[in-house]
């Protein structure tokens, strides 16, 4: 029964390895986020794609590619992974994008999926 | 672009006591405030919001939060903690999406 969900829940890996993150929600949402976690616990937006469309796509390497096969899904892949990349990241879903008068699009996210790069 | 400023990283606190975690926002015409929850090794979870009127939020687990205006702050408030309120926090405003701030490790100690 869970909202949303990601898997793997830990990932580790080498240098240089490709690797992707699933996540989906049964929330009925239209719109997903992806969020990058920093060891300093700062979040910040990556992607966000609303009915299947990339509608917010902040500064981050091309090495990073999010696809949403559905509006229930948003895979992140990741290319040549680096060390830097060592991170939690977050799904997240909302009913749409951005506000629309009194109606709540309380974001609900994902449990996570902690990424070790060795 | 929209941002929050948490001023405090971390708030150690006893058991029973008060606490105020402190949030400021960069000023705006229109603003949209929230305060999420990160317990351990968990999701983040939507404690309150502010989308327009009472200034005065009430959230879940007995949270609470004040817009006010005149500071730029939107402060979270709890009478009285529990040690299952050890956990971060996060203040975010909307901007085109969320945009957080450093989060406030909040401890609980008896």
């Known amino acids: 029964d869970t909202a949303v969900s990601q898997t793997p829940k830990y990932l580790v890996t080498q240098m240089g390895n490709d690797k992707s993150i699933k996540c989906e929600q049964n929330l009925g949402h239209d719109t997903m986020y992806w969020y990058k976690q920093d060891s300093k616990k700062f979040l910040k937006i990556m992607f966000s794609y609303n009915n299947k469309e990339l509608i917010i796509n902040e500064t981050v390497p091309n090495r990073f590619s999010p696809k949403s096969p559905d509006k229930a899904h948003l895979n992140l892949h990741i290319n040549s992974l680096e060390l830097g990349d060592s991170a939690v990241y977050f799904c997240?879903?909302?009913?749409?994008?951005?506000?629309?008068?009194?109606?709540?699009?309380?974001?609900?996210f994902g449990p996570g999926t902690r990424l070790t790069v060795l | 672009a929209q941002s929050v400023t948490q001023l405090d990283s971390q708030v150690p606190v006893f058991e029973e006591a008060p606490v105020e975690l402190r949030c400021n926002y960069s000023s705006s015409v229109s603003v949209y405030l929230f305060w999420y929850v990160q317990y351990p090794n968990q999701g983040l979870q939507l404690l309150l919001k502010?989308?327009?009127?009472?200034?005065l939020v009430k959230g879940i687990n007995g949270f609470e939060a004040e817009f006010n205006k005149s500071q730029t702050s939107f402060h979270l408030r709890k009478p009285s903690v529990h040690i299952s309120d050890t956990a971060e926090y996060f203040c975010a405003v909307w901007g085109y999406a969320l945009n957080f701030g450093k989060g406030t490790s909040l401890l609980v100690t008896p």
């Open positions: 997240a879903s909302s009913h749409s994008w951005g506000l629309a008068g009194d109606r709540t699009d309380t974001q609900y």
């Open positions: 502010y989308l327009s009127g009472s200034t």
